[in-house]
């Protein structure tokens, strides 16, 4: 069996070959030529580009039988390339990070940092007007890796936790609400978490008539897609004080153009998608692969599989 990585590494080459000593691995960059009657079997691929090369690779029916998307999301990934051949991803890799992220702007709204610190003595000393995180009610748009990593840290924190699927669950954790429609899951949350995949369902349901459902003073957090929210919604929603501050992550298009308003927008906590990053990331993300090799040569259930119809 003959591995394309995108990238060299040692560590990832030296795992697949213990897996199976007689795996090729080879390096292809993903802008490099296509050599003349190139075959691989395993292609891992970074999805964030359509690339002629790629074209060129999924060009011939019998080259490439699985494709790895070395990230967790594959909105960018052109799958009308992909045609019958596997599609998986390192699903669930960022996920605790991108959890923390969330506690940590959850908990900047409610205790109002960095506004609440001081560089000189203040007028009034012992004196503040800070918000409590308990029994505070914490929405969540998404129940994947992310989401139930937010609600057990929410949980914890004593929130009240709410959240909406697409897909139905059969056995809940112990203290999520589940609801069955966008407005239940907003009149009543104080902070609203953004963990749904990226498809044309979810493009855009952040949106006016969906602003206009949410609890006066919201708190809306985005660490999915900035596709999931229409910008120009949400500027008239926190002008207005619907929404008292966004915390985003992902903003749609990426990187924005200087000059953009959510740079200066008083209501905006932005940061340049960044809630996945944590030490050994790499790593992290080249095991799903890894086992998934493991598991593609024993023709055993793989790990991230990518529903093409759902598109994630």
Known sequence: MRVIIPFPSP??????????????????????????????DVLLAIGVDRTDQLSQLLAEPNNIRWIHVFGTGVDSFPMDEVGDRLLTCSRGAHALPIAEWVMAMVLAYEKRLPQSWINQVPENWHSAELGQVSGKTLGLLGFGCIGSLVAERALAFGMKVKALTRNAHSDWPKGIEPVSSFEQLVNETDHLVLAAPATAATHHIINAASLAQCKQ???IVNVARGSLIDQDALKAALDSGQVSRASLDVVDPEPLPEGHWLFSHEGVSLSPHISWSAPHMLEKLAEPFV???RAFLNDAPMHGVVDMKEGY
């Open 11 to 40: 560590d990832i080459e030296q795992q697949i070959k213990q897996i199976d000593a007689s795996i090729t691995v080879d390096v292809l960059g993903p802008y490099d030529p296509v050599p003349d009657n190139f075959h691989a």
């Open 217 to 219: 003073g919201i708190h």
């Open 291 to 293: 086992n998934n090799v």
